[in-house]
């Protein structure tokens, strides 16, 4: 197991090489000039030659490219291009905010996603079923800005329980929670269904049945383990989704956290911050499916051991 | 020969039949037998005869599919199990009727060890503590003859061979030392000499734990074996029963000769193996008459038109075949 775990971790150092590479060059294809937009309007074209020197993008790419790249090692993620400050900074300041939204968001939609799930595919074919299905079909196909927009309505202009935007307060983590769970939720939920309904066709189950065990036995302790083994793939995945369904939430909440920032860096070519905050992002991506993969090995004891 | 065993298990007139969207599909149509204490029954018939719907309906293993006993009783010494609830049948599955069934390698739970599924089913139906029912499940998988058995209390089931599992299988299934077990093919899965002894092993613990035996089986050689009585059937209906050595010795319905013949004998070279023309029909386009007469070479008219009656040959020695009628082929 701990073996397992330690090829995995090492297994996470290419593609990290990889990112870090791909979005350095990418970054620098997005269409404007990031020392024409720091020097301003009016500047003349040797005042954004200057601000151009100054920020060092006058160097050869190569040459930037070793830059940044001694410098991540040294853990320096750089200067921000639009607030001159380090974009360490910047990110930490944020950096709680989105944490907390996205993991709310995951802890409700999965415990919420799993329960339906595993009630419809319980009852198969039956009134639980469709209810279930209906609602996650319903939260799959309404996109989450909208959703945002109605629960902004409902519950802080016509009822005034929640504020609108904001963050800091667990009040204000609801609304957006709810709005950025709820396809994540439905997404899992019919995973659980579909799982839930290939593992009762099992022997085992039939042998469980067999020995006399009741029915909240064989769903929970037989089938729902088994099914698990399938779900938590898919929970880990969608936690990278959420990541990008963090940036349209944050606009629509205003809620000051690392998709707002992505969106004002890129909209500046704020380089040093864009390529920090898609290296984080990408981070998170890979050590969720760390865990995934560790969990996956814990569910299923053929990984485990062998 | 006078039999004077209690009758442990009843089946009369069993009807089970399967409700599906294009019609009912009769799989268990008007079957009989009875299961003494401590004896061996076996139940032989291809695919589709109606032998494992039957064992699922005395297991009251039905919900959950659109099969339902539409009639008949079956009666657990003497006591009706067809028509009770939900929660009297689970309480009786596992303590009084166990099953094994035929594929040992995905019988068992793939996530859970081996000693927890054992004592799952302890706990579940008797009052005592864990250390003892640990302690009961690794006596009675002790006695399946497996290797290091402490050891395998903490495996699951993938670090186990077929033969093993099939084992744990039984120990899984007589550990509350039921009053039947009813084993669903259980070596069909298994090699040869594993199916040996995994037979020998079930007639040991049936004389330890003093169980009664439903086998069922498509195999006849394992019949003769095992079985101490044998019911033929075929199309959800019995279509001959007897003690095992008339059933062997004087089989009188075409189908019994079908099958016998079917096996092939040592020391016979034969180019081909013989074997029943045709195929089981399907349950929705039934025959009118005798279900066998279609493949029957022995057929007449009446068989076509009138379905023969259960006629008795003599000894308790019954075929449902118009040959019989007089008594005797």
């Known amino acids: 197991m701990l073996r397992y775990t330690l090829k995995r971790i090492v297994g996470v150092i290419p593609t990290l090489i990889i990112v870090v590479t791909f979005v350095f060059f990418f970054v620098r294809m997005i269409p404007g000039d990031p020392a024409r937009l720091v020097a301003g309007e009016q500047a003349t074209l040797e005042d954004v ?109 016509k009822l005034r329980w929640l504020p609108t935007t904001g963050a800091g307060s667990f009040k204000n983590l609801i609304l957006p929670a709810i709005t950025l ?40 302790g037989h089938a729902f383990r088994n099914s698990m083994i399938s779900v938590v793939t898919v929970v880990g995945l969608q936690f990278g989704f959420l990541l990008g369904g963090s940036v349209v939430t944050e606009a629509v909440f205003a809620y000051p956290g690392l998709g707002q920032l992505l969106i004002e860096s890129v909209n500046y070519r704020d380089y040093p911050a864009i390529q920090s905050l898609i290296l984080i992002f990408s981070l998170q991506f890979i050590i969720i499916n760390l865990i995934v993969d560790i969990l996956y090995a814990i569910l299923n004891p053929e990984i485990k051991l062998s | ?119 799952e089913c302890i706990l579940q139906h008797q009052n005592i503590s864990k250390e003892e029912a640990y302690q009961k499940a690794e006596d009675m998988l002790r006695k399946t003859g497996v290797p290091r058995v402490e050891h395998m209390m903490k495996e699951y089931p993938f670090q186990l061979s077929g033969g093993q599992r099939q084992r744990v299988m039984i120990a899984m299934a007589l550990v509350c030392r039921p009053k039947i077990l009813i084993a669903d093919e259980p070596t069909t ?19 330890e734990i003093g169980t009664s035996i439903l086998f069922i089986t498509h195999d006849l ?13 075929y199309c959800g209906r019995v279509v001959e029963k007897g003690d095992v050595y008339s059933l062997f010795a004087k089989p009188s319905h075409p189908y019994t000769i079908g099958l016998l013949n079917s096996i092939p004998k040592l020391g016979e070279a034969a180019e081909e193996l013989e074997v029943i023309p045709g195929n089981v029909p399907n349950p929705k386009y039934m025959p009118k008459g005798c279900k066998f007469a279609p493949r029957c070479s022995r057929a007449f008219d009446k068989c076509m038109e009138e379905e023969p009656g259960f006629f008795s040959i003599g000894d308790g020695h019954m075929s449902r075949c118009w040959l019989c009628e007089k008594g005797g082929v």
């Open chain 2, 189 to 207: 899965a298994l090699d040869v000499t594993i199916q040996a002894q995994i037979l020998d092993l079930m007639n040991d613990l049936k004389e």
């Open chain 1, 49 to 157: 030659e200057s601000v151009r020197q100054q920020l060092g993008l006058n160097q050869p790419i190569p040459v930037q490219y070793v830059k940044y790249v001694t410098g991540l090692v040294k853990g320096d993620l750089g200067m921000s291009l639009r607030t001159k400050r380090p974009v360490l900074t910047e990110v930490s300041a944020r950096y709680g905010n989105t944490m907390a939204l996205t993991v709310a968001s995951l802890v409700w939609s999965t415990i919420v996603g799993v329960l339906l799930g595993v009630w419809s595919g319980k009852n198969r074919g039956k009134w639980q079923d469709f209810t279930g299905m209906t609602l996650a079909v319903s939260g799959i196909s309404l996109p989450n800005f909208w959703i945002g927009f109605l629960l902004i309505m409902l519950f802080a202009v």
């Open chain 2, 1 to 119: 020969m006078e039999d004077n065993r209690k009758n442990i298990l009843e089946v009369k007139n069993l009807h089970t039949y399967f409700y599906t969207d294009s019609g009912v599909v009769k799989s268990v149509d008007g079957v009989d037998f009875v299961l003494k204490e401590g004896a061996t029954l076996g139940i032989v018939g291809e695919s589709g005869s109606g032998k494992s719907v039957t064992s699922l309906s005395i297991m009251g293993l039905l919900t959950g599919t659109t099969g339902k006993i539409a009639e008949g009783e079956i009666l657990l010494e003497g006591r009706d199990i067809a028509h009770i609830s939900e929660e009297e049948k689970r309480k009786m599955r596992g303590s009084q009727i166990s099953m094994i069934f035929q594929e040992p390698m995905t019988s068992l739970n793939p996530v859970m060890k081996i000693g927890k599924q054992l004592t």
């Open chain 1, 181 to 220: 769970g709820t396809s994540i939720a439905a997404i899992i939920a019919r995973f659980t269904r579909s799982s839930i309904v290939e593992v009762l066709k099992e022997d085992y189950i039939r042998t469980a049945r067999a020995k006399g065990l009741k029915e909240k036995t064989v769903t929970w």
């Open chain 2, 221 to 233: 050689g394992v019949v003769a074996e095992v079985c101490d009585e044998v019911v033929v059937m």
